[in-house]
């Protein structure tokens, strides 16, 4: 190989040219950030669309928390395994957090209003329908969307 500083032929392979001592070889290249291998990538895009579906189905009680604690779940092990991982797995993360959160409050809310109805708060429960059990559950969960909206 030639030297592009001087002409000087220098053996192959040197990295300084041995006549003017330029640097004649590329260097070797830094060292680049570990690359997320591409089965991980197409998992941060699973991560995500578990995060989605978690918060679709998060308003149905017990199956909403059970999808949200699977996809929160999954959502950690991989971004503890790949922590230089951004974007769509931590999008994911926050969305199955938010629905483990909603899901939780959503089954507690339909618990004390089946709680109330079967312990008969609205009256004999041995005098009443089921429908009219089923109506004061309705008439409670449309009193506590009242308050919590502020129009009480
Ligand atoms: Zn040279």
Redesign the pocket.
Known sequence: MT?P????S?PEGAIY??????V?AALPPAPARPAIPPEAESRAGGILARGIVSLVFCEIPILGIILAAIANGKASRFLRAWPGVGGRARVGAILSKVALIVSIAVTSLYGLIFLLGFLGIYGDPHSKTVPETTGAGVALSAAIRAVLSGSV
């Open positions: 030297c500083h001087c002409g000087a220098a040219c041995p006549v003017c001592g330029a004649i």
